[in-house]
């Protein structure tokens, strides 16, 4: 269960704090008190979208943080462990996630940062939240079939098939690949053997491209290369002037220097070193020198080496990488387009087996379709009876239809909610009121077959009269036996049956409007009913009327 969530600096909400217990947890208060803003932060620590316009006007960022305690942390102790989290410890769990009004916000699962898809993954095992334009998803048939197959137990037979469909398209795929126009494919042999040839007639592969270059430029640049080497060499070693020569001088006098001055004993031997540093300078530069080829010939081979690179590179990649790469594509294309009539009398072959095993799949999961259907259209009709339908009735048709990613089956949901009429399907129905209620009761239902253990529900009576208050009341005290439930209402009928009673309020403070939310017991929630039924004036009639309703839900 969720045992607290706290909100701060969202919109109206400056610092909130809500506290939830078991069963059910209502939430009443005056419309634009900021019942809904608390429905839209717990959204975000489930993963949904962050919007920064959600930020209070002046503050830099806005934060969420729920504490959920979980009796059965095995299945998000085998997320976290996917994630390379640790484990929950004591099954408690908390999530906090930040909102700036600039930059990214940043997600914490037990301090450890993570990721929006992490909390998604997260949320689905721990809470089904439904707001209050939900209800018109149950008009869409593919949302149907999924509540179906969810009703029916049926995820790991829907997984098999979807797994051989998904086979099935990829064959179909590389089958479409290879028709086509023999003389398109004839060109396309032609061409690639063309590109193929000229690839390797080129020796890419050998091709070190900027050795090639810096060969080209020494050698485009021989003469001058020389000529300043040679000017060095003489400079350095030459006959007459030379540096070498100079220090050969230098050194006769520091012979006669270290016979006069005793510290002058060891510059000779520097010197010498010196002498033997601009020889062995001089050779290599000589021997480098030498090793260039100069020639006009060995140029212009250069040149039509770069040129090529440069042609193939336009053609096939802008590195010698890239045309490799696309050689070896190339190579395997023009084997596939060789060995073409090949594949596909073998593609054919593995389609037609991959099509019987898709509509074996297909088929046996059509069946449990069937079976579930009418267990979950009883259940359904069932609940809708406590929820003012007393001669309501839904049925859950399931037609065969064409192979499709979710099956062989097209299911449509039929619902007469007088006696007398016949079903029609449920798109069909005008009254929102009425859809609401079909909502509620495929809820109820559901919650029963799943382990997801909290439900919250936004305005789930939305469109209902008062009347109706009561059944849809008793029906999420029913379902909050076995989950949390925690439900926003603009209903009295409704708010009575919560275990816990929260009020949302809005005051002005210093120019500010600013939300608190407030636990309510006693008489505190007496009034709070009592604004429900009759406004701001809370007279004697009311207050009566109200605790009159706590007494009959108390005993």
């Known amino acids: 269960m969720i045992e607290s969530l706290r909100v701060k600096n ?9 506290e939830f217990g078991p069963g059910l947890n209502v939430i009443t208060g005056e419309t634009g ?47 976290l462990e996917e994630m390379g989290l640790d484990p929950l410890s004591g099954g408690m769990l908390i999530i906090r996630r930040t909102l700036p009004a600039s930059g990214s916000g940043r997600i914490f699962i037990n301090d450890s940062p993570s990721t929006v898809q992490a909390l ?26 999924d509540l179906l197959d969810a009703f029916g137990r049926l995820k790991k037979e829907r997984a098999g098939y979807e797994k051989a469909y998904r086979k099935m398209k990829e064959l179909e795929a590389a089958r479409r690949g290879l028709d086509g126009d023999d003389r398109d494919v004839a060109r396309r042999i032609d061409l690639l053997r063309y590109q193929l040839q000229e690839i390797e007639a080129a020796g890419v592969g050998d091709i070190d491209e900027e050795r090639l270059m810096a060969e ?11 000529e300043l080497a040679n000017g060095v060499c003489l400079g350095l070693t030459g006959e007459e002037g030379s540096a070498f020569n100079n220090l050969a001088v230098i050194r006769s006098a520091l012979s006669e220097l270290s016979s006069l001055l005793p510290d002058a004993a060891g510059w000779d031997d520097e010197a010498e070193g010196i002498a033997i540093q601009l020889q062995e300078l001089s050779d290599q530069i000589t021997g480098r020198v030498d090793r260039i080829e100069s020639s006009p010939e060995r140029v212009e081979e250069l040149e039509d080496r770069l040129s090529l690179l440069q042609k193939l590179k336009r ?49 046996k999961l059509g069946e449990s379709r069937r079976k579930a259907a009418g267990k979950l259209a009883r259940a359904i009709t069932s609940a809708l009876q406590d929820l003012g339908f007393p001669h309501g009735a839904l049925n859950v048709s399931v037609r065969d239809s064409s192979p ?88 009295p009928q409704v708010a009575v049956h919560g275990r816990s009673h929260l009020v949302v309020a809005k005051e002005v403070r210093a120019g500010r409007t600013l939300t608190g939310i407030t636990p309510v017991s006693g008489e505190s929630r007496v009034e709070e009913l009592a604004r429900m039924l009759g406004g701001r004036d809370l007279t004697t009639v009311v207050l009566k009327h109200a605790r009159e309703m706590l007494s009959n839900i108390k005993s």
């Open 404 to 491: 499709r990613p979710s099956g062989m089956n097209e299911v449509e949901f039929d619902f007469a909610p007088n006696a007398g009429e016949a079903p029609r399907p449920l798109r069909a129905i005008a009254s929102s009121g009425e859809i609401s209620r079909v909502m509620l009761a495929v809820k109820a239902i559901l919650a029963a077959h799943d382990r997801i253990p909290v439900l919250v529900f936004d305005e789930i009576d939305a469109n209902l009269g008062g009347e109706m208050g009561n059944a849809v009341g008793e029906k999420l005290a029913a379902v909050s036996r076995n989950h949390q439930v925690i439900c926003i209402t603009h209903l």
């Open 33 to 79: 008190a900021g019942k809904s803003i608390l429905i839209g932060a717990l959204g975000l620590l489930l993963g949904e979208r962050a919007d920064k316009t959600m930020v209070r006007t002046g503050e830099k960022q806005g934060a969420v943080e729920a504490v959920f305690h979980l009796s059965d942390p095995s299945g998000v102790d085998g997320l």
């Open 216 to 226: 080209h430029a020494e050698s485009a640049n021989a003469q001058r290369i020389l």
């Open 315 to 363: 053609k096939y990649g802008g590195t010698a990488e890239e045309i490799l790469r696309y050689f070896t594509e190339a190579e395997k294309e023009l084997e596939e387009l060789e060995t073409r009539e090949e594949r596909i009398a073998e593609i054919d072959g593995q389609l037609k087996k991959q099509e019987k095993l898709v509509r074996t799949a297909g088929k």
């Open 10 to 18: 969202l919109a109206i909400v400056e610092d909130a704090a809500l």
């Open 120 to 145: 998604k993954q997260i949320g689905n095992l721990l809470v089904d939240l439904h707001g209050p334009h939900d209800h018109q998803s149950l008009l869409d048939p593919d949302f149907q079939l």
